[in-house]
């Protein structure tokens, strides 16, 4: 069963602009990461933001967290046309060690 | 970050046939380890978790005796597809995570099955 909603869906920008990704959850988490999926590929990790925590930035990713709206934001600054992939959030409970990914964002950069 | 090799990386096999998928973490102890399924343009969906040396644990609607899994060491985990049909083609991706539920996890680069 998936965990969460990603929104947008679908979406497409230029080379060179900023790409903002949402995630909703349902349940209580321990930990949120944002993995990366190329398609028809395995998936990279990318970031894991703990529940404890608010922000967290990897290079040109920034991650945010809200367990009060149980929300989380990946934000990819100056997309290049490599970054065109789907993109997964995924929740870990407490109590169990199951990784439940959304449903994902089909990102698109136009060169 | 850590290896995980899944191999094979596609296969084609005949109705009624088994097709076995491996799962190797390469430089590290993956004390559990997940199996996926995903239908194109569609998330990952959780088939089961395993922990090294014990039985598996299956979501709800994974039939158990038809996706056989095997956590046998540390390193290799194997979901063997009994009796496949067309319906159970798919892709199936496997990941590895190391002790502790805040570490990442690991994944292979996942099987293309296709059932004739």
């Known amino acids: 069963s998936q965990q969460g909603e990603e929104d947008p869906q679908a979406l497409s ?9 949402n995630c909703s959850y349902k349940t209580s988490i321990n930990n949120l990461q944002w993995y990366r999926q190329n398609s028809g590929r395995g998936l990279v990790h990318l970031i894991l933001i703990r529940s404890n925590e608010r922000e967290k930035h990897s290079g040109r990713l920034r991650v945010t967290l809200d367990t009060s709206k149980k929300s989380s934001s990946l934000l ?6 490599a970054d065109t992939a789907s993109y997964f ?3 870990v409970g407490f109590g169990n060690e199951k990784l439940t990914f ?9 060169p | 970050g850590a290896v995980v090799s899944q191999h094979p990386s596609w296969v084609i096999c005949k109705s009624g046939t088994s097709v076995k998928i491996e799962c190797r973490s390469l430089d590290f102890q993956a004390t559990t380890m997940f ?4 239908f194109p343009k569609q998330s990952l969906m959780l088939m089961a978790t ?3 040396g014990s039985k598996a644990t299956y979501e709800q609607g994974v039939e158990k005796d038809k996706f056989l899994i095997n956590h046998a060491s540390l390193t290799l985990s194997t979901l063997t597809v009994t009796s496949a049909h067309p319906e159970d083609s798919s892709f199936y ?9 805040a570490t990442e996890a690991f994944f292979g ?4 099955l296709t059932v004739v």
């Open chain 2, 35 to 38: 199996w996926y399924r995903q």
């Open chain 1, 76 to 81: 990819i600054t100056a997309s290049r046309a």
């Open chain 2, 50 to 52: 395993s922990n090294e």
């Open chain 2, 109 to 112: 680069q996942g099987t293309r």
């Open chain 2, 93 to 101: 991706i496997c990941s590895a995570r190391g002790a502790g539920r």
């Open chain 1, 13 to 21: 920008i230029q080379e060179g602009e900023n790409a903002t990704m």
């Open chain 1, 102 to 110: 959304g449903t994902g964002t089909r990102l698109t950069i136009i």
């Open chain 1, 89 to 91: 959030c995924a929740t």
